[in-house]
C-alpha cells in the first residue's frame, strides 16, 4: 500500500462511518439527530466524495483496468457480497422461526433490514449491468454470439450450496438450543450446517452426544483463539 491509497481507504472509512452512524440512529428512532446535517454530510460530503472519483480517479482507473485489469471485476465483488447477505437472510430467518414472541420484533427487524440492504444492493447491480454491459453486448456481438452467451449462461450448474452458517456470537444465549437443533433437524442426511462460535463449542458437542448419538459428524474447521468453527452434519 501508498500513503496515497492509506489516504484514500481512510476517507472511504469515514465516509461509511459516518453513513452507517446516521442510518443507525435514525433506525433506533433517535431524536436527537438533525436531518438537515444528514443532508449536508451527503451534499458536502459525500456525493463531493463521488464526483472527485469521476474526474480524477477514474479517468486513470480506465487505463490501468484496460492494461492491467478485469473489467468485470467489480461486478464480480458485488455478487461476492450477494451471496454473503443471503447466508446471512437464511440465517436470520432460521434465527425469527427460533425466536420466542417476545423477541420476534428485534429478529424480524433484522431480516427486513437485510433485505432491505440486497435489494439496494441489487438494484444497483442491474442498473449497471443493464445501462454499461447490455448495450456493448447488442453493438458489438451478433445475435447468434449473443443467443450462445445467454443459452451457456443458463447451462451453467448451480455450484453446490455453501453450508448454511449459524454465528451464535450474534444469537441471544436462549434463541441459540432450538435454533442449532431446529438446523439440524432439518438437514438431510449427509448436509452439514457450520457453526461459528468466540469459544470452543465442546459442552454442544456433549449436547449432541447425549440427544443425538451416532446421528451427526463434528468437525472442527476454526480452533481460536478468536474464532471457533465446527461443521455439524448429519449422518
Not at 4 to 13: C, L, Q, S
Not at 83 to 100: K, P, V
Not at 186 to 197: D, K, T, Y
Amino acid at each position: 500500500m501508498s500513503q496515497v491509497t492509506d489516504a484514500i481507504r481512510a476517507h472511504h472509512a469515514e465516509l461509511a462511518k459516518t453513513l452507517t452512524t446516521y442510518a443507525q440512529a435514525l433506525e433506533e428512532g433517535r431524536t436527537d439527530i438533525d436531518p438537515a446535517a444528514i443532508v449536508t454530510f451527503l451534499k458536502g460530503d459525500l456525493y463531493p466524495h463521488a464526483q472527485g472519483e469521476e474526474a480524477s480517479l477514474y479517468p486513470l482507473m480506465n487505463k490501468l483496468v484496460c492494461e492491467h485489469g478485469r473489467a468485470t471485476a467489480t461486478m464480480t465483488v458485488d455478487h461476492e457480497f450477494i451471496g454473503d447477505y443471503i447466508r446471512q437472510i437464511e440465517q436470520a430467518a432460521n434465527a425469527l422461526q427460533a425466536t420466542q414472541n417476545g423477541k420476534a420484533n428485534d429478529s424480524r427487524k433484522q431480516l427486513g433490514r437485510l433485505l432491505v440492504q440486497l435489494d439496494a444492493l441489487f438494484q444497483v447491480h442491474l442498473e449497471k449491468e443493464e445501462r454499461v454491459y447490455l448495450p456493448l453486448f447488442e453493438k458489438y456481438l451478433t445475435d447468434e454470439e449473443q443467443q450462445r452467451a445467454l443459452d451457456e449462461m443458463h447451462d451453467v450448474p448451480h455450484a453446490p450450496a455453501a453450508a448454511q452458517t449459524i454465528d451464535v456470537r450474534t444469537i441471544p444465549p436462549f434463541q441459540r438450543h432450538s435454533l442449532i437443533f431446529g438446523t439440524f433437524e432439518a438437514l438431510n442426511p449427509g448436509s452439514a450446517f457450520l457453526l461459528v462460535n468466540d469459544h470452543d463449542p465442546k459442552p454442544l458437542y456433549y449436547q449432541f452426544k447425549f440427544e443425538r448419538d451416532g446421528e451427526f459428524s463434528w468437525e472442527y474447521q476454526e480452533e481460536g483463539p478468536q474464532v471457533w468453527k465446527v461443521l455439524i452434519g448429519k449422518v
